[in-house]
């Protein structure tokens, strides 16, 4: 028996159309975006964004109405064209997880084909649409006619188009700013990516900063180039007072080593004072034992830093510290008179008035002696609805995987 093969965009389509479909869209939308450059138009804010999603929305109704008894309504709401949108939107995310969504110059093809910014470009618009299209098609499927064992099936479904849809159409509404922050002042102004100041609905008043430091680390550098030499791991050891360590080709002894010291005359001493800054004593030992002894420091803002030359090619220095904590002491002023003291620490975030605040930075010149906090200020009006239709897809998969054990324990009895 011949098998009959059928020609491509011949009825029914399949997965050959479905992934052409697909990608035919994403290479339309990057077209655009190369020749007409999104970002020109900058992006949709609130209320064209409701008025877009408004119209949508009666347009995919009115569709429906057009093909509910043709075969493009069959296809639209099957398996072949949910795969090759859900490929093609994955290949967007994938993207996006290896090019830094950050702003660029367009002179190169990332920022010519906005790569960089790929939620806000044509492309990420387009299949968005096609996306929200399609799952619109197979919900509407499954409701009519309604039957009650399609609830998990229809939940799981609309939960995913309401969070495509709020985290498509929502992105322009999503403000994410910096303040710089300084001890004893009160900041109202927060600024983006390109230096713009916005003011804000609430104000930030510094107390005190705080910020612990781990201790810092020794390691060898070329003298010629100024690059670390690690032909073995590990490349840089922590320095502790007294410790005897190998590093590479040497044996390492630390004579004597203050976290905050000053140098008089041919040595360093212990000192509290502003840019003090971390020194260590340190005897090197060779292979061939030859022995060096001297000190090195990492400097600060007000202080040189001091290496010790092991021989022509090789130097020993000390690394700037790396911070193990920070955290800022605030207080939080609001239009209605009102105020709260928090303690901004990483991954520790509050939310005022809408305004979610965020410990990012410090002034690393300064380091521990940084009297400025760096502080994110992020407003994301339609997060709540990408939270609603996550939940929505998580009751609905756990409904489908409950009955779908039932049918199957029901089919063994």
Known sequence: MTKIKKALWQSPWTYSEGFLLAFGILLVGFALEFT???????????????????????????????????????????????IGAITALSLLVIVMGIIPQVPIKK??????????????????????FYLLLILGMVIIRKLFPLKWKNWGFICSHLGLWITVFAAGLGSGDLQRLRMDLHENRIEARAYDDFGKFYELPLAIK????????????????????GNLYEPTKPSMIMIEDSLE????????????????????GDRYYFLSDLGAAPAAKVKVISQQKDTISGWIS???????????K????????MTVPEAKKFSSDVRIFTPDGKQRDEVLEVNKSFTVNGWKIYQLSYDEKMGIYSTKSIVEVVKDPWQIYVYIGVFMMMIGSIYMFWRGNKVTISSEQ
């Open 36 to 82: 007409i450059d999104s970002t020109n138009f900058g992006t949709i804010v609130f209320p064209q964004n409701i008025i877009v999603g408004g119209v949508y929305i009666l347009l995919n109704v009115l569709l429906y109405f057009l093909i509910k008894r043709k075969s493009s309504f069959k296809f639209l709401s099957g398996v072949p064209a949910s």
């Open 107 to 128: 002179d190169g093809l990332v920022g010519m084909l906005n790569l960089n910014q790929l939620t806000t470009s044509i492309p990420f618009l387009f299949i968005n």
């Open 206 to 225: 510094l107390n005190d900063f705080k910020i612990e430091e781990f201790n810092p680390k020794m390691a060898v550098v070329e003298n010629t180039t």
């Open 245 to 264: 360590c190998k590093l590479h080709d040497w044996k390492i002894i630390v004579e004597e080593f203050f976290l905050t010291s000053g140098r008089s």
């Open 298 to 308: 990492c400097g600060s803002f007000n202080r040189p830093h001091e290496s010790l």
């Open 310 to 317: 092991i021989n022509d090619e090789f130097s020993l220095l």
